[in-house]
């Protein structure tokens, strides 16, 4: 997952979703997209909210993320909110 981020104009935390077809169908990518959205909706605003935090993000999909779970996402997304909340 590639994770960018930078100051939000709009003066509140917000989460682009980005998923790559990657020769995958479209269920798959919806499926891939529904759970980042998932997490970013119940895990990332949330945490960013709560620690008064006005970033944008953009979350970039790799073709690992096709076959990974749920869970397995949610933690690989974990370090990089930790890291910008540390900041």
């Known amino acids: 997952m590639d994770v960018v981020w930078s100051s939000s104009p ?3 935390p917000r989460v682009a ?7 995958n169908s479209a ?3 919806n499926r891939v997209r529904r759970r980042l959205v998932d997490i970013a909706r119940t895990v990332w605003l949330p945490a960013l909210l ?5 970033i944008d993000f953009v979350y970039r999909a ?7 779970s749920y869970e397995t996402l949610r933690d ?3 370090a990089p909110l930790e ?3 540390a900041r």
């Open 83 to 85: 890291a910008v909340c």
């Open 17 to 23: 979703v980005i998923v790559p077809r990657y020769g």
């Open 10 to 12: 709009a003066r509140r």
């Open 62 to 68: 790799k073709p690992a993320s096709y076959a990974a």
């Open 27 to 29: 269920v798959a990518r």
């Open 50 to 54: 709560e620690r008064e935090r006005d």
């Open 76 to 78: 690989s997304l974990t």
